[in-house]
């Protein structure tokens, strides 16, 4: 074999090396064995491809066929959180939370502000958000909010929870020592949601003691979030909570595929090896805490 025959065979064998792993990518995960009681609190179920009445009782059929019996359905602008809401009148097992992504903060015009105080009176809609600050788009993006309007955006966001006594559910991306800041500052409503929450044990200590609660997504079953491991083991029962964050952050060992509400088992699981309990006891703990959050009732 001659040494551009080598290359050649080198370079095809790199080739389809590399169009193996983008089929994987493309390849949802396989089922998970059931686990019965789940809710997925935070899922975007029009990003999964749930944009008709069938193609979301597809996606619940799925979820709920191993164990995920309900999901919270999130918008972050004003068309996903008009399509969230009809959504969760399309199906019983869906719920949805309606706001503005901070990264969409600018767009908290009057009108906004009418139709989300309404969207909110819905009984179908069981929290305000997903509102925060995200510090990493604002130097990536030139269509993210700058920090000072994502901060009038999120406290009148807080406002809205606290006057509509529902769930605040929270996107913070490295601006912790802000977000905390902000609510201090605001006066936090009763129940706060740290939405996949992605801070440091510090921090996930801070929240835990003003009795915020902290949901983990599949980013804890990475194997290099040992901090995130961390926080998830230090959080109380009453205060934990479970979600997808679907299309995004699929769980070990399914990184990077797609992600929807039936793969929540996974990242169940993986909570339930780590604070030592029952898959079980797990399931029922998370299960409960998001229909009391929520109040979601049992189906």
């Not at 105080?117 to 600050?133: C, F, H, I, K, S």
């Not at 902290?214 to 029962?237: I, K, M, Q």
């Amino acid at each position: 074999m001659t040494d551009q025959d080598e290359t050649t065979e080198t370079t095809a064998t790199d080739l389809t090396a590399k169009e193996i792993r983008k089929r994987k990518r493309r390849m949802p995960p396989p089922d998970p064995t059931p686990l019965p009681g789940l809710v997925d609190a935070h899922t975007h179920l029009a990003a999964c491809g749930g944009r008709a009445e069938e193609d979301v009782r597809v996606i619940l059929d799925r979820a709920e066929a191993v164990g995920v019996e309900q999901v919270v359905t999130v918008a972050d602008d004003m068309v996903d959180a008009r399509w969230a809401v009809a959504a969760a009148h399309w199906d019983s097992r869906a719920f949805a939370a309606v706001g503005l992504h901070p990264t969409h903060a600018a767009d908290l015009d009057d009108a906004a502000r009418a139709e989300l105080t309404e969207m909110v009176a819905d009984p179908r809609v069981v929290a305000v958000g997903e509102t925060g600050l995200d510090y990493y788009w604002t130097t990536r993006s030139d269509d993210c909010a700058d920090p000072a309007v994502q901060r009038d955006a999120f406290a009148w966001h807080i406002d809205l929870a606290k006057r509509s006594g529902k769930p605040l559910m929270i996107h913070n991306r490295e601006a912790d020592r802000d977000l905390l800041d902000v609510l201090a500052a605001e006066g936090a409503p009763e129940t706060v949601i740290m939405h996949c929450f992605s801070g440091t044990p510090a921090i996930a200590r801070e929240c835990v003691d003003l009795g915020y609660v902290l949901s983990f997504s599949g980013t804890v079953t990475f194997t290099n979030s040992v901090e995130l491991r961390e926080a998830a083991l230090l959080t109380p029962d009453e205060l934990i909570l479970v979600e997808t964050d679907a299309p995004f952050l699929t769980p070990h060992p399914y990184r990077g595929q797609p992600n929807q509400s039936y793969c929540l088992p996974y990242t169940a699981r993986a909570l339930a090896e780590l604070r030592g309990v029952s898959e079980e006891q797990m399931a029922e703990t998370l299960g409960g805490n998001a229909r009391k959050l929520y109040s979601v009732p049992l189906r």
